[in-house]
């Protein structure tokens, strides 16, 4: 059974740019959840959807914004780029009801120069 | 405010030695904690999880003791092996948030051979 996929795994955009992740959670599961890491702040929740619908949403600006679509795939946007958003994003999938086991996916490394 | 922390940044253990990662949490609103592995250039790995109505959960190697009173989590690893070394986080789930996970900022676990 394929884990969660991200792609792509590393990529380079310039300031002012905007980046689209991926995100394929594991077969089955419904709910797609987007995380960054980065060595100051930690792992940090992002938002999160389920059957397409947002159904939480972590403390980031409005440049930060997701989807997903009908088959569960997730993508999310950063848009206008700035330095401080260089970070690992992480998707994260999961069945989506509560205490379902939460399974990462091995991150997108985003830098921004 | 309220967050998930960790009491030691880093731990180092001989091979074959048990080890034991703490984690403190101050959300009582808490009903679902887990346990994460995670490697240089990985994702976060499952290790294991543990609702509130549980004091304790084993696995393979490991162990997870939940103390609601002093809202203390631990991971236990026994026969701590090299390939044992990782940074482990703890993460809480708030109740009535399935996908939003709150992280700790880690420990770094260095298994000397």
């Known amino acids: 059974k394929a884990g969660v996929t991200q792609t792509p795994r590393y990529l380079i955009k310039t300031r002012g740019q905007q980046v689209t992740l991926s995100c394929s959670p594991i077969?089955?599961?419904?709910?797609v959840s987007w995380y960054q890491q980065t060595p100051g702040q930690g792992l940090q929740f992002l938002f999160e959807?389920?059957?397409?619908?947002?159904?939480n949403k972590g403390n980031f600006p409005g440049r930060f914004s997701g989807r997903q679509f009908s088959n569960s795939r997730s993508e999310m946007n950063v848009s206008t780029l700035e330095l401080g958003d260089s970070a690992l994003y992480l998707c994260?999938?999961?069945?989506?009801?509560?205490?379902?086991?939460?399974?990462f996916g091995e991150g997108s490394w985003l830098t921004v120069v | 405010g309220e967050s998930v922390g960790l009491h030691l940044p880093t731990l180092s253990v001989q091979e074959g030695d048990n080890s034991i990662i703490n984690c403190a949490y101050s959300?009582?609103?808490?009903?679902?904690f887990i346990w994460y592995k995670q490697e240089s250039g990985k994702g976060p790995q499952f290790i294991i999880d543990?609702?509130?109505?549980?004091d304790k959960r084993q696995g393979q190697r490991v162990t997870v003791l939940l103390n609601k009173t002093v809202k203390h989590l631990s991971l236990q690893i026994a026969a701590t092996q090299p390939g044992d070394s990782a940074v482990y986080f703890c993460?809480?789930?708030?109740?009535?948030?399935?996908?939003?996970?709150?992280f700790g900022k880690g420990t770094k676990l260095s298994v000397k051979p």
């Open positions: 077969s089955g599961h419904r709910s």
């Open positions: 959300n009582s609103a808490s009903d679902y």
């Open positions: 993460a809480e789930n708030i109740g009535g948030s399935q996908g939003n996970l709150i």
């Open positions: 959807y389920f059957s397409e619908t947002q159904r």
């Open positions: 994260a999938s999961s069945l989506g009801l509560r205490g379902n086991t939460i399974y």
């Open positions: 543990i609702r509130s109505n549980m």
